[in-house]
């Protein structure tokens, strides 16, 4: 039976009380009155945390860009307002400026053609809570769930869900992660405050902002009627003015997806949950941390394992699937062998990027499906069947291998790496909830030789790789198998 992704969201928060724990458990055997020191501490952080918006302590935030150029990005909250969106958009549209609403579920019910013209211009939407209850990180999590999915059942209307959610005043709480992971959301705040209090506080809003602003900077402003007309024409002014002197300042200003390389917002009926929704966040970075940062070396050792099989499974005219394609790194270089791949990936986001590859290599025997691999239902069948560092999200592997074998050939394969049991990839699957919000799924050879059977599949090999300790294993498991062929007695090349 298939289960929801495991959520755990382990934060600095957690070690941080970890640690101090342990500190004043050994400061017991010194001191009575240091060791108070070490839990104090910790409480202070906890209840100052809360108030500084780009602090990553309960959970992960985006509050800055990641775009590495002299740009900045301009979000506004509260809206849409009857009297102040519609002349804010006219601003903005006079100077090709592309921003980023934050839009509270109760204003965009009642001022639908707002919303629509957000959209219509080219702007994008994220969630600001359905009534903007200041003290909404404080309320139970029942309620901090429906106000958020109902700003979402809102959104849905206008043919979109956003991805980014931005807290009321900016605040977050340790009960905030676990209902974005559930909804398929991420919490984005700001590191530029305007300090307007609403719109509230109009004179010298320019010159506030000009002061402090940094490349990469998330500018906060508010779309809100500051209370007079000749109030309004003041705030359009500041307006302009932040605009013109960012210019002259040569700040370029684009849309808050370029500037942290993730998506804001994504169609009503794209895929959701806390995997797709992580792996969009990092399509645009992905081959970059995936070849060339400290994570690389699992993924350098796949390339290095596939590279040596590949010649001996796959075929000129196979017709092969790729379970969790994301980007393409190994899906181009299995299309330039084979007749034709289909890549499923539930991340639309990197399935773009696989695409774009394919059309620069002029490469056209790849299919993209975004699509769950759960719940993905192959059609015919495939010589060959592969995944690399995926199975860790699949909950039911019995029953993914048992779908798989029915659709693969006889004398195909079924070839993948996945996560090992192990000391080392424990530790690994803490920075990863850590991260993400989720724990991944680590296997021994014995679970995965077990469904390999049952599915009628013959294991050729299940071998584990990279930080081998005796009586560990490694941390990579490799597995090849074989769907019996009569005409070859079920020989395989590698048995």
């Known amino acids: 039976m298939r289960k929801d992704p495991l959520i755990v969201p382990l934060a600095p928060a957690h070690l941080a009380w970890i640690g101090a724990v342990q500190i004043s458990t050994a400061l017991l055997f010194f001191d009575i009155g240091l060791s108070i020191i070490p839990l104090a501490l910790f409480l202070v952080a906890t209840f100052a945390a809360p108030f500084i918006p780009w602090l990553p302590y309960f959970m992960p935030v985006v509050s800055r860009g990641r775009s590495g150029k002299r740009a900045v990005s301009l979000t506004f909250d509260d809206g849409p307002d009857p009297l102040s969106t519609a002349p804010l958009l006219d601003l903005l549209e006079r100077h090709g400026i592309k921003a980023a609403f934050f839009l509270t579920g109760e204003k965009a019910e009642k001022n639908p053609e707002l919303v629509r013209s957000i959209l219509g211009r080219g702007h994008l939407i994220g969630n600001h809570s359905y009534s903007h209850d200041p003290l909404l990180m404080l309320r139970k999590p029942e309620r901090l769930r429906k106000e958020i999915a109902g700003a979402q059942n809102v959104f849905r209307r206008f043919g979109v869900s956003p991805i980014a959610f931005r807290p009321p005043v900016g605040i977050v709480s340790p009960r905030l992660w676990p209902v974005l992971l559930y909804l398929g959301m991420y919490c984005l705040n700001f590191r530029r405050r305007s300090a307007d209090f609403g719109n509230k506080r109009i004179a010298d809003l320019s010159i506030r902002v000009i002061k402090k602003v940094r490349p990469d900077d998330i500018v906060l402003l508010h779309d809100v009627y500051p209370g007079s007309p000749e109030k309004m024409e003041e705030w359009l002014g500041e307006i302009e003015k932040i605009i013109t002197e960012l210019k002259r300042s040569g700040y370029a200003i684009i849309p808050l997806d370029s500037l942290c390389m993730m998506p804001v917002m994504k169609p009503e009926d794209g895929p959701s949950g806390p995997v797709a929704s992580f792996y969009d966040s990092l399509s645009e970075t992905y081959d970059h941390e995936q070849l060339e940062t400290g994570v690389s070396m699992v993924r350098k050792t796949e390339l290095r394992l596939f590279a040596a099989r590949k010649e001996m499974l796959i075929g000129r005219e196979s017709r092969v699937l790729e379970i969790g394609a994301g980007t393409g790194l190994f899906t181009?270089?299995?299309?330039?062998?084979?007749?034709?791949?289909?890549?499923?990936?539930?991340?639309?986001?990197?399935?773009?990027?696989?695409?774009?590859?394919?059309?620069?290599?002029?490469?056209?025997?790849?299919?993209?499906?975004?699509?769950?691999?759960?719940?993905?239902?192959?059609?015919?069948?495939?010589?060959?069947?592969?995944?690399?560092s995926t199975f860790e999200y699949i909950s039911d592997l019995d029953d993914l291998i048992m779908k798989l074998a029915v659709h693969l050939s006889p004398g195909g394969y079924l070839y993948f790496t996945t996560a090992h049991s192990s000391f080392i990839k424990f530790f690994a699957q803490i920075g990863n909830a850590m991260r993400q919000g989720l724990w991944l799924r680590a296997r021994t050879v014995r679970s995965v030789r077990r469904p390999l059977l049952l599915a009628g599949l013959n294991p050729c090999f299940i071998e584990t790789h990279s930080f081998k300790m005796p009586f560990f294993g490694g941390v990579i498991l490799e597995v090849l198998a074989q769907k019996p062929d009569d005409e070859s007695n079920n020989r395989v090349k590698f048995c």
């Open 332 to 388: 181009m270089d299995i299309a330039r062998m084979c007749g034709s791949v289909t890549a499923v990936d539930m991340s639309p986001g990197m399935l773009g990027i696989l695409n774009a590859k394919a059309r620069k290599e002029g490469i056209g025997n790849i299919e993209t499906v975004t699509a769950d691999a759960e719940y993905f239902s192959p059609r015919g069948r495939y010589d060959f069947i592969c995944s690399f």
